[in-house]
């Protein structure tokens, strides 16, 4: 029961780093990269009914040159909506659509703006360790009530909560070093 116990907080542990690795991939840095629009949603009109769908199943996503974004949308629809989405996103970006074809051009990052995506990667980040301590919370609980009800003994136990505090600075120690790399990304 302890071990169950442990792998389900490490699964839970390691999709809130996963969840964090995937919010900071949307951060915008001096370079360009795909990872910036390919999860981003877009809403299609699809026969009458709206569906969302994430960019990368409407069209094929390169990176063109060290500023510039290609987006070839697979059907003129996508290709609107997914303009639309650009423009109702936060990025500040202004897509230029030939046909199918979308370019985005990121433009220089003003310190600015540099200092304002560090702070918002530095929240997502608090938010991250958060949820990584709610999933102890709630194990050493489990932990606990294993112990009140015999099906483990003290000596068990306390190991167990030990591994589950190794878990966690694993899981924070991770969450860290993700913030520490993107913040030299987006500082360079």
């Known amino acids: ?7 389900d907080a490490s699964t839970r542990m390691d999709s809130s780093v996963s969840v964090f690795e995937d919010d900071l991939d949307g951060f915008r840095t001096n370079q360009a990269s795909t990872t910036l629009v390919s999860k981003m949603q877009v809403g299609v009109d699809m026969g009458g ?6 960019m990368n199943q409407l069209a094929m996503i390169a990176v063109e ?21 650009i423009q ?8 230029r659509v030939d046909g199918q074809t979308i370019r985005l051009i ?3 990052l003003t310190q600015e703006r540099r200092q ?12 991250a360790r958060v949820s990584i301590r709610n999933v102890r919370r709630d194990a050493q609980s489990m932990i606990r009530e294993i112990q009140t009800e015999g099906e483990a003994s003290e000596d068990d136990c306390k190991r167990a909560s030990k591994s589950l505090q190794d878990l966690t600075d694993e899981a924070v120690g991770r969450v860290s070093e993700l913030l520490t790399n993107k913040e030299e990304q987006i500082l360079e």
């Not at 040159?65 to 989405?85: G, W």
């Not at 109702?88 to 897509?95: F, Q």
């Open 1 to 7: 029961m302890l071990e169950e116990t442990l792998d």
């Open 49 to 54: 009914a709206t569906d969302t769908l994430l």
């Open 65 to 85: 040159s060290a500023r510039t974004i290609k987006i070839e949308a697979f059907y003129p629809e996508a290709a609107a909506a997914i303009v639309r989405a």
């Open 88 to 95: 109702m996103s936060d990025l500040g970006l202004n897509p």
């Open 106 to 108: 990121l433009p220089e």
């Open 116 to 127: 304002e995506l560090v702070r918002m990667a530095r929240r997502r980040a608090e938010d």
